[in-house]
C-alpha cells in the first residue's frame, strides 16, 4: 500500500501509484487486451465474474457493458471496464481533498467529533439534526491491498463527504456552515467493504459530480484524523445525473452540470475517469446505489 501525507490547501499530492499506473492510456488498453487474450475476459462468463466482485453483486450500469476495449478510453468509459482494470493491481488516483475537506488540514475537522462514525450521512450530529435533500443514494467501496494481490483491505476506515443538491459543503459554505452533513466514516468489513446511505449530490461550476474519500489504515488512525493511505475522488455517471438533475430539488444542478464535462474536469479529465467512474443503477423514484473496488 503507498501512503498519501494530507497536504495544504490547493497542493496536488504527489502520486505514488502502480508502477504501470503512469504510462498512459495507451498503454492500460494495451495491456487489458493481452489480458482479454490470455482469456481474462472472454465469454459469457466475464460479466458474471466481474459483478461477483462488484459491491452488492450486481452488474448493471447505467452506462452500459461496452462493445470493445476501446470504450475504456471515452468520457463514458463503462463501469464494467473500471472494475476489470481495478481488479487487474492498478492503483486508485491519489487526488487532493479540495479545499472543504473537514479534516483539520485547513480548518475544522470533523473527524475527532462524536458521531461521525455511521453509515446514514444525510443527517447532521451533534447540536443540529438538519437532514440533507435529495435522491436516496447508497455508496459502496470495496479497498483492496495492491501490496499482498489485492485481497480485501479488512479493518481500514474510509472518511467520505460531498455537496448537497445545492453545490454546498457542511461546514464550509454560508447557509451550511454550522452543519456537519454528508460526512461521515466507516470501517472495511471483512470483504474489505464500506457503505454510505447519503443523496445525490449536486453539480457545481468547475467540477463533474462526484464524491471526496480517504482511506486510513484503521479506525483509530482515522478518528485521529491521521495520516492517510489514499485521497480519492468517485465520479458519478452521465446517465445518473441527466437522471437525477431533471428531478425537483436539483434546479441549480441542472443548470451547472452542461458547464463540465469529464474531460474538462480538473480531477478526471486526466484520463476520462475510467479509474474513478462508479457502477450505478436505480432510479430517482427509488434511489440509486454506486460502486468502486479502490485498489491502494
Same mark, same amino acid.
Given at each position: 500500500m503507498t501512503t498519501a501525507p494530507r497536504l495544504p490547501e490547493g497542493q496536488q499530492p504527489r502520486r505514488e501509484p502502480h508502477p504501470n499506473h503512469d504510462r498512459g492510456l495507451e498503454f492500460d488498453l494495451s495491456t487489458l487486451m493481452s489480458r482479454r487474450s490470455l482469456g481474462m475476459? %472472454? /465469454?459469457? /462468463? *466475464? +460479466?458474471a465474474a466481474l459483478a461477483a466482485c462488484t459491491p452488492g453483486?450486481? =452488474? =448493471?450500469? =447505467? =452506462?452500459g !457493458? !461496452?462493445? #470493445?476495449a476501446s470504450a475504456a478510453g471515452s468520457a463514458s468509459a463503462s463501469p464494467t471496464v *473500471?472494475? +476489470?482494470i481495478a481488479e487487474c493491481g492498478v492503483e486508485i488516483p491519489q487526488e487532493t481533498a479540495g479545499p472543504f475537506p473537514g479534516d483539520g488540514s485547513n480548518g475544522p475537522n470533523v473527524l475527532e467529533a462524536s458521531g461521525v462514525v455511521r453509515q446514514?450521512? *444525510?443527517s447532521s450530529f451533534g447540536t443540529s439534526g438538519t437532514k440533507a435533500d435529495g435522491v436516496p443514494l447508497t455508496v459502496t467501496l470495496t479497498l483492496l491491498d495492491n501490496a499482498n494481490g489485492c %485481497? !480485501?483491505?479488512? /479493518?481500514? +476506515?474510509?472518511?467520505a463527504w460531498h455537496c448537497d443538491r445545492e453545490g454546498r459543503y457542511s461546514l464550509y459554505d454560508s447557509g451550511v456552515e454550522n452543519e456537519n452533513f454528508l460526512r461521515g466514516v466507516q470501517e472495511a468489513d471483512s470483504s474489505g467493504q464500506v457503505t454510505f446511505k447519503t443523496i445525490y449530490p449536486g453539480a457545481y461550476n468547475g467540477r463533474w459530480p462526484h464524491i471526496h474519500f480517504e482511506v486510513f489504515e #484503521?479506525?483509530?488512525? +482515522?478518528k485521529a484524523a491521521g495520516q492517510v493511505l489514499a485521497v480519492s475522488q468517485i465520479a458519478l455517471t452521465d446517465a445518473a445525473c441527466r437522471e437525477v438533475y431533471a428531478s425537483a430539488g436539483y434546479e441549480t444542478s441542472a443548470r451547472n452540470f452542461p458547464n463540465t464535462t469529464l474531460q474538462s474536469d480538473n480531477v478526471f479529465g486526466g484520463d476520462g475517469g475510467i479509474y474513478q467512474l462508479a457502477t450505478m443503477s /436505480?432510479? %430517482?423514484s427509488g434511489g440509486y446505489t454506486a460502486g468502486l473496488n479502490v485498489t491502494i
Open positions: 475476459f %472472454v /465469454g459469457a /462468463g *466475464t +460479466a453483486g450486481s =452488474s =448493471s450500469a =447505467s =452506462s !457493458p !461496452p462493445s #470493445s *473500471t472494475r +476489470a446514514d450521512i *444525510t %485481497v !480485501p483491505l479488512a /479493518g481500514a +476506515a474510509v472518511y #484503521s479506525m483509530n488512525n +482515522a /436505480g432510479a %430517482v
